[in-house]
């Protein structure tokens, strides 16, 4: 396996070694993962979840839990305070949202910080590819993951919810699929990913940044570059999916949220 030094930490909150978890041989083979404490933490939410019988109610009980239970309404405000000044608040709905609209901006940093935090995981790319901690880049990356706007209502510990809900409901539906399941992600330039390749000119390992958004739509997929790589994706590391929740703002995008590391892909054109 490569150098841990070239993935992330030595340490993390899923109870297995950052290099296993980066490298393809994972994603071939996966063990279940779980956010230490999260489900323990949370026990009537899962409690009520297993009280309902389909995806969709299951979805409705989430949103209504992290909504009572981190104080946000759909707007992610609250009312007033006593000095007439409107309060933002944080939400995991709002990262996913943003990270829509553009994956290197601070709320992308939030995501990145997440699985760097929980999954050990650093990231490659935010903005630029980083490639040392001594530069910019990295000191860049590491403000706007912890600029305390995004941080001040226990945003880690709404996504530590989100992933394990996520995964929740894979295993009470199988859904999007029972253990792997088959994505596309569109890109440019096969240079910037590509860590070595195989036998087959057409299959490839490549290097993902630490969180990374695919579709299962292959002609989406080709909107968003020249080359497409065809990837299994082992449910464990799903993070969200566009029918996990009935209320979220990436409906249209048939996108998936997916921890990253080292993939085996097939490259189309």
Same mark, same amino acid.
């Given at each position: 396996?490569?150098?841990?030094?070239?993935?992330?930490?030595?340490?993390?909150?899923?109870?297995?070694?950052?290099?296993?978890?980066?490298?393809?041989?994972?994603?071939?083979?996966?063990?279940?993962?779980?956010?230490? !404490?999260?489900?323990?933490?949370?026990? !009537?939410?899962? #409690?009520?979840?297993?009280? %309902?019988?389909?995806?969709?109610?299951? !979805?409705?009980?989430?949103?209504?839990?992290?909504?009572?239970?981190? *104080?946000?309404?759909?707007? %992610?405000?609250?009312?007033?305070?006593?000095? =007439?000044?409107?309060?933002?608040?944080?939400?995991?709905?709002?990262?996913?949202? #943003?990270?829509?609209?553009?994956?290197?901006?601070?709320?992308?940093?939030?995501? /990145? *910080?997440?699985?760097?935090?929980?999954?050990?995981?650093?990231?490659?790319?935010? /903005?630029?590819? +980083?490639?040392?901690?001594?530069?910019?880049?990295?000191?860049?990356?590491?403000?706007?993951?912890?600029?305390?706007?995004?941080?001040?209502?226990? +945003?880690?510990?709404?996504?530590?919810?989100?992933?394990?809900?996520?995964?929740?409901?894979?295993?009470?539906?199988?859904?999007?699929?029972?253990?792997?399941?088959?994505?596309?992600?569109?890109?440019?330039?096969?240079? #910037?990913?590509?860590?070595? *390749?195989? =036998? #087959?000119?057409?299959?490839?390992?490549?290097?993902?940044?630490?969180?990374?958004?695919?579709?299962?739509?292959?002609? +989406?997929?080709?909107?968003? *570059?020249?080359? +497409?790589?065809?990837?299994?994706?082992?449910?464990?590391?799903?993070?969200?999916?566009?029918?996990?929740?009935?209320?979220?703002?990436?409906?249209?995008?048939?996108?998936?949220?997916?921890?990253?590391?080292?993939?085996?892909?097939?490259?189309?054109?």
């Amino acid at each position: 396996m490569p150098d841990i030094s070239r993935h992330g930490h030595s340490t993390n909150l899923i109870g297995v070694a950052t290099e296993c978890i980066a490298s393809h041989l994972f994603n071939e083979y996966p063990k279940s993962l779980s956010i230490a !404490g999260t489900r323990e933490a949370a026990h !009537g939410l899962f #409690d009520k979840l297993a009280e %309902q019988t389909t995806l969709e109610q299951c !979805g409705q009980v989430f949103q209504d839990y992290m909504c009572v239970v981190f *104080g946000f309404e759909t707007e %992610q405000r609250l009312s007033d305070d006593a000095l =007439g000044r409107r309060r933002y608040r944080n939400s995991y709905l709002r990262l996913i949202q #943003d990270w829509g609209l553009d994956s290197n901006n601070a709320q992308g940093a939030v995501l /990145k *910080g997440w699985v760097e935090s929980r999954f050990g995981l650093f990231p490659n790319y935010h /903005k630029t590819r +980083i490639t040392s901690f001594m530069s910019y880049d990295w000191l860049a990356y590491v403000e706007e993951k912890m600029n305390s706007r995004y941080h001040n209502n226990c +945003i880690f510990m709404q996504l530590d919810l989100l992933y394990e809900f996520c995964q929740w409901v894979v295993a009470r539906f199988q859904r999007p699929a029972a253990t792997h399941k088959t994505l596309y992600r569109g890109v440019n330039d096969l240079g #910037d990913w590509v860590v070595e *390749g195989t =036998g #087959d000119h057409h299959e490839k390992i490549v290097r993902f940044n630490s969180i990374v958004s695919f579709t299962d739509k292959c002609g +989406i997929a080709g909107e968003f *570059g020249s080359y +497409i790589l065809e990837v299994e994706v082992p449910m464990v590391k799903l993070v969200f999916f566009s029918d996990l929740l009935p209320h979220h703002a990436l409906h249209g995008e048939a996108e998936y949220l997916v921890i990253g590391g080292d993939y085996r892909v097939t490259v189309r054109r």
